[in-house]
């Protein structure tokens, strides 16, 4: 994984991979092809049934060696009702309790969300370390949303041999400059973002994406494969393979919970996710 600094553009700082999920019912800038149309009609709805859903992430990481278990939250931004913040809080590294992790999450939730982008990147420099901001499931299909759609240049192509022929892949590549991803020592240099979503053509559902994240001479792959869950009854991400770094992510345990109008969690869920204080 490069290390070089990687830094959001704009209001990028509320999903932890630098683009913001957000709910839009206004006009398209103009006409796109059908498929891209279908698959953000889809993701629209995608967002809204994930808010408030917390998850069970575990990461297997191959070089080094390492095991990550985190929750990961989807929630309304503050002040907000279109778009939403995506949180990482990790719990065990190698099977071990972070020191402190109880308190640290208290206070970022409980301090309130006078400035909700900085208390964004505050909870994501706080798991980057133990998990790179870019390696999230959910970061493909951002892309797909109505308001990024101009960035990119749409294609269409058979799903492949492993999918029904009702399932088309819609390939994106970013041409709009400066990219939505910026590194460098001065954060201005472009880091360019391509994939591919496998899509029903029937009903707009994402069933995987693949993104590739070009930073310099580093090329990291994600693979997100999506399945129905049938507690919330909506399609969850179920796991995620990672190229640069080499690891493998698998979601569990999806389950909602209900923000209190002074944005502090309800007491059940710091009871129900246990350390995750007040998440």
């Not at 994984?1 to 991979?17: D, F, Q």
């Not at 041999?161 to 994106?172: A, D, I, N, Q």
């Not at 209190?260 to 996710?273: D, G, I, S």
């Amino acid at each position: 994984m490069n290390t070089r600094r990687t830094r959001r553009r704009g209001i990028l700082g509320g999903l932890l991979t630098g683009v913001v999920l957000m709910v839009s019912h206004s006009a398209r800038a103009q006409k796109a092809p059908d498929l891209p149309h279908l698959a953000a009609t889809y993701v629209r709805g995608f967002i809204e049934q994930l808010s408030n859903v917390v998850a069970q992430e575990d990461f297997e990481f191959r070089k080094p060696a390492q095991t990550v278990r985190s929750e990961l939250l989807l929630v309304r931004y503050p002040g907000s009702r279109r778009q939403f913040l995506a949180f990482r809080d990790v719990a065990l590294v190698n099977g071990k309790p972070r020191p402190g992790r109880s308190e640290r999450m208290s206070d970022l939730f409980e301090q309130g969300f006078e400035d909700a982008q900085e208390r964004a990147l505050q909870i994501a420099a706080d798991s980057a370390p133990h998990v790179p901001t870019l390696l999230n499931p959910l970061y493909a299909i951002a892309l797909l949303q109505t308001a990024y759609q101009t960035r990119f240049r749409f294609g269409e192509k058979n799903g492949g041999k492993e999918w029904p022929r009702t399932v088309k892949g819609l390939t994106f590549v970013e041409t709009a400059k400066p990219t939505l991803l910026q590194s460098g020592p001065f954060a201005n240099q472009n880091v360019p973002t391509r994939g591919t979503a496998w899509i029903e053509s029937a009903t707009g559902r994402v069933l995987q994406t693949e993104l590739e994240v070009r930073d310099g001479r580093t090329v990291t792959t994600l693979v997100t494969r999506f399945a129905p869950d049938k507690r919330l009854g909506v399609m969850v991400p179920v796991e995620m393979r990672t190229e640069k770094p080499d690891a493998t992510a698998r979601y569990s345990n999806f389950r909602r919970f209900d923000v209190k109008t002074e944005e502090r969690l309800k007491a059940p869920l710091a009871q129900e996710v246990g350390t995750a204080g007040g998440k």
